[in-house]
């Protein structure tokens, strides 16, 4: 089975609608999208005339077979995660002053309010948002995917900072262990192609084929928005173990 694999589109939809009709030429049985549907933050995205979070969700609906939202989805939805080890969210989170908010989240958790504009998300689309799992797990002959948009305990992606060290995934390798997976995938991080993490082992690669051949193995993978020219979708074969990045 091959699997297409986007994530952090952040509004972008004409980069999404490229890559979207690329994956389709390239040929896939299932589409996963990562999350970070929406999160256009306005010190960073160019592409402020052409943003539309509703477009890239309705395509996405109607394309993608899973879907589990990031960070920004759950800070849209004003979606409280069920997995939130990483900070004790008060049940009133989003109905708090942003002058408290701040001094709750002492400079740990984002804040989107910041820099984050109006996705102009209609009624539906939060709904849907609200009812997205965190995190699905696929079963497939070879092992058992884990699809999240970040790594446990932070699946949400609402904790400042990336992880750079193997050692930082070893709670997530422990989470996917309980949930019977071999192979983990994660968005969040923009990288320019893509990381492997292993226990003992984390690298960086650029836009290329990869053969996975070490498990428990989680996978980051790069960006939809063209911010930082990084965009792109991975494509994985569950029967070769093969993972190809390829940039737009």
């Known amino acids: ?27 896939y049985d299932q589409m996963v999208c990562l999350g970070d549907i929406s999160g256009f933050s306005h010190p960073y995205y160019k592409y402020h005339k052409t943003r539309n979070a509703h477009e890239c969700l309705s395509l ?12 920004h989805d ?24 942003h002058r408290e908010r701040v001094r709750l989240a002492n400079g740990e958790i984002w ?3 910041t820099d984050d504009l109006d996705p102009l998300y209609r009624a539906g689309d939060l709904e849907f948002l609200r009812s997205l799992p ?4 696929l079963n497939t002959p070879g092992g058992n995917i884990l699809f999240s948009h970040y790594a446990y305990p932070n699946l949400s992606g609402l904790k400042q ?3 750079i060290q193997e050692k930082e995934f070893r709670s997530h390798f ?3 262990e309980q949930k019977g997976c071999n192979t983990g995938f994660t968005g969040h991080a923009h990288v320019r192609g893509f990381y492997v993490v292993t226990p003992g082992h984390f690298r960086h690669y650029r836009y290329r084929r990869y053969q996975l051949d070490t498990f ?3 996978i980051g993978v790069h960006p939809v928005t063209s911010h930082k020219k990084r965009s792109g979708f991975c494509i994985f074969d569950t029967d070769s173990f093969q993972l190809q990045a390829i940039k737009s």
């Open 134 to 137: 965190e995190y699905h797990i």
């Open 216 to 218: 428990p193995v989680c």
């Open 161 to 163: 900072g990336f992880y």
């Open 1 to 27: 089975m091959r699997i297409a694999i986007i994530s952090d589109i952040h509004e972008d939809i004409e980069n999404l609608r490229k890559i979207i009709g690329r994956i389709e030429k390239s040929g």
């Open 74 to 97: 759950f800070h849209a939805a004003r979606r409280i995660p069920e997995h939130s080890a990483v900070f004790d969210f008060p049940s009133d989170w989003y109905e708090m002053d």
């Open 111 to 113: 804040l989107h309010e």
């Open 60 to 71: 996405l609906r109607e394309k993608c077979d899973i879907i589990v939202p990031g960070n």
């Open 174 to 176: 422990d989470f996917m």
